[in-house]
């Protein structure tokens, strides 16, 4: 996961969102986490976005994988048939949708996207990481980044991006 450092290191929102939330600020290891900061960091009316992740049909799998093994989901029950269909697999995608912009975008145009520097957090690999940082991007060294979160019983997330 990718975190605009300027919003990360902002003790002003911290100790408003302290004040919100009941939590402090961290790097979020589960995904309840990243999802409260995108809430709150989602302001439209400001031209502010909580976070730029991918709704596509062919890039949303590896975001709803991580977070349906996150909720202890497994794809085939124990008779073998589909099960992905199920609470977690609802759930999964669910808390973060309404605090997202350029969700439909495609990876080039997602990277462009974030690089403007008005959304809190993105997730993607080691090529977000080379866009994000390359010379002439809006968020050159304002990139912090945290493991892909896991579940509240499983802290981080078991995923192959490869």
Known sequence: M???RDRLEDATEWARYADQ????RDIPLTWETPDRQMAFFHRPDEGRF???LFRTASYA???WWARFHALRGLPFDDDGMAAILNDAGIEAMIASSAHLTGSDLALFDNWAR????DIYANIGWGGTQKALNRRGAGLRGRVAHG?????????LAC???G
């Open 147 to 155: 493991p892909l979160p896991g579940g509240k019983d499983l802290p």
């Open 50 to 52: 909580g976070g730029c």
């Open 61 to 63: 799998a590896w975001e």
């Open 114 to 117: 974030y690089n403007r520097g």
């Open 21 to 24: 939330t009941g939590t402090p």
């Open 159 to 161: 995923f192959n991006w």
């Open 2 to 4: 990718f975190y605009h």
